[in-house]
């Protein structure tokens, strides 16, 4: 049961509501204070909200909309809430399937001929839907040109224009799962030739029969939006991010609390007045056929704390926006905010941690079993976990260190066999296992996090490689762009981007980082360098050829 109190001058709660549910009682002064942690009166704030059962049972308001003239975040506010609006766009999807007038399963080009003639796999709306398409992040391709795109006016054509250069995917459609924005904008251009309107048309649409009517997409970056709650980031000092594009489909939606809290309830009751209730229930579970079920029509899946849910986060500028779904509990929490620094995942799990009453989460704090360890050369090496993550653990004069790239090295204490523990933070240790085996490994324990582990690469891919032998100019013509590689010192080297000057560091044969590219060198059958294999975020398998 859901203890009730009431809440402070600054917060709304719909009282009628919450008496008329039993079940729907909330703690409001701890959500209260919980919110208090992440902002407050003075600077930009957030809104949030409550469904449970169908009805609005807690609705909050704090911080400012607009600093320069000290207006109040309320009701009518309206807030970008980035990918939070994919979930809309495939509404829209959704909806002319059940139409008939796309295919879930047809491949993506029957409606958009013009792109990757040279894939011959098939590329379906599904793929698309999911984020299993292999298309790469067409803001992470700007990002390789050197283009910073929140800076640049461009929309939806910029990016068409940019995919249709592409004559390669990440992947081989439906093989792997990867977030890309690049898969909306397609499903925005697919929804404008299957209807013969624009595709802001069409959601507006969709928003009017949901009663939503405070609700659009951006289309013009110098469009006025009544009661806009503008971003801001504290930099030295609250400051406005600037947003001049005209991108939308795969976010930049303006909304208000009230309006997403509408959906929330249509989801929760759908009891047909607005869409069937097979269309609603159809949205909310994963796409029939996908091969991978984490995500579905524009919201993921997961659990927390053993209890399923469904969510999706977005984050545009200074904006952040998080919904949570637990269909189980029949609650959904929406948070929304103009402030850079709310962590509007997190504080939706803090709530529904309190609504539950659920208890913190204990993780082992250490192995169950230890392993002997005869010399500190049989743990040194690099190792990667599945996130792609890399550690690299070095010894010098009988002290072992964990390196990671852009950090300063630790020490590591050694407790017992393969267990030490980290220098600069207590409780946090490090086991490793299967020394000596093909599957060596070190886990990560602390209790209060999940232990991580990592497998140890082979050795081969510590022979140094002759620090000239990859200088040279790349070049990849789907992004018209070009890496110069220097050698400096050691193993750094000056790597130039279209013009634009950073410094790479060789980390193991053949694989550079600089930031948070990743660089493999390619080299044909006679061991000669050929290219690079560079990955980067949402984007990666983009080949540049040595010129």
């Not at 704090?62 to 939070?84: C, M, P, T, V, W």
């Not at 984020?131 to 068409?160: C, E, P, V």
């Not at 509990?329 to 504080?347: A, C, F, K, R």
């Amino acid at each position: 049961m859901i203890k009730q109190k009431f809440l402070t001058a600054t917060f709304i709660i719909v009282s009628f509501n919450i008496f008329s549910q039993s079940t729907a009682q909330i703690d409001s002064t701890e959500i209260t204070n919980l919110l208090y942690q992440h902002t407050n009166d003075d600077s930009p704030g957030m809104a949030v909200g409550i469904v449970q059962d169908g009805k609005i049972v807690f609705e909050s308001y704090l911080g400012y909309s607009n600093l320069e003239h000290q207006i109040k975040i309320d009701q009518k506010s309206r807030f970008n809430i980035a990918s939070n609006a994919k979930q809309y766009t495939a509404l829209c999807i959704l909806n002319l399937i059940n139409q008939g007038k796309i295919g879930l399963h047809d491949d993506f080009r029957v409606y958009l001929p013009e792109l990757y003639p040279q894939i011959g796999e098939k590329i379906t709306v599904a793929h698309l839907l999911t984020h299993t398409s292999g298309i790469r992040d067409i803001y992470d391709l700007w990002a390789l040109q050197g283009k910073t795109w929140w800076k640049l006016f461009i929309d939806n054509d910029d990016a068409m224009d940019l995919l249709k250069n592409q004559t390669a995917l990440n992947f081989k459609p439906g093989t792997e799962y990867l977030y890309s924005n690049s898969n909306y904008i397609l499903l925005t251009e697919i929804i404008k030739e299957a209807t013969g309107k624009e595709f802001s048309e069409v959601a507006k649409s969709m928003f009017l029969e949901m009663q939503m009517p405070s609700t659009d997409f951006l289309v013009n970056c110098m469009q006025v939006i009544p009661q806009k709650a503008r971003p801001y980031g504290n930099w030295n000092g609250w400051k406005e991010y600037p947003l001049i594009t005209e991108l939308h489909g795969d976010g930049f939606l303006f909304t208000t609390l009230l309006d997403q809290l509408k959906w929330e309830q249509i989801i929760q009751q759908n009891n047909g007045s607005h869409f069937t209730k097979s269309f609603v229930d159809s949205s909310q579970i994963p796409v029939e056929g996908a091969p991978y079920e984490n995500y579905g029509y524009g919201l993921m899946f997961g659990s927390h704390k053993n209890i399923n849910y469904s969510y999706h986060d977005g984050s545009t500028g200074a904006y952040n926006a998080t919904f949570l779904r637990f269909p189980d509990n029949n609650i959904s929490i929406v948070v929304i905010s103009n402030n850079s620094n709310v962590p509007t995942n997190y504080l939706a799990k803090q709530i529904i941690e309190v609504i539950l009453d659920l208890k913190p989460t204990v993780h082992p704090a250490g192995p169950d079993k230890i392993e002997k360890l005869k010399s500190l050369k049989d743990i040194t090496g690099a190792y990667k976990n599945d996130e792609g993550g890399m550690i690299l653990i070095t010894q010098k004069d009988g002290v072992v260190f964990r390196e990671i790239y852009q950090r300063e090295p630790v020490k590591l204490i050694h407790e017992n066999g393969g267990l030490f523990e980290y220098e600069t933070v207590k409780d946090l240790k490090i086991n490793f296992t299967k020394i000596g085996k093909p599957n060596q490994n070190f886990t990560i324990y602390k209790s209060t996090q999940r232990p991580r582990t990592y497998y140890r690469l082979p050795e081969s891919d510590f022979i140094s490689s002759d620090e000239k032998e990859i200088e040279g100019s790349y070049f990849n013509a789907e992004t018209n762009t070009r890496i110069i590689l220097s050698h400096q010192e050691g193993k750094t080297y000056a790597l130039n981007k279209n013009g634009k000057e950073r410094n790479a560091q060789l980390i193991l044969n053949d694989f550079l980082r600089m930031n948070s590219y990743e660089i493999q060198i390619i080299r044909d059958e006679d061991n000669q360098v050929t290219g690079l294999n560079v990955k980067n975020n949402r984007i990666k398998n983009v080949i540049f050829n040595k010129e």
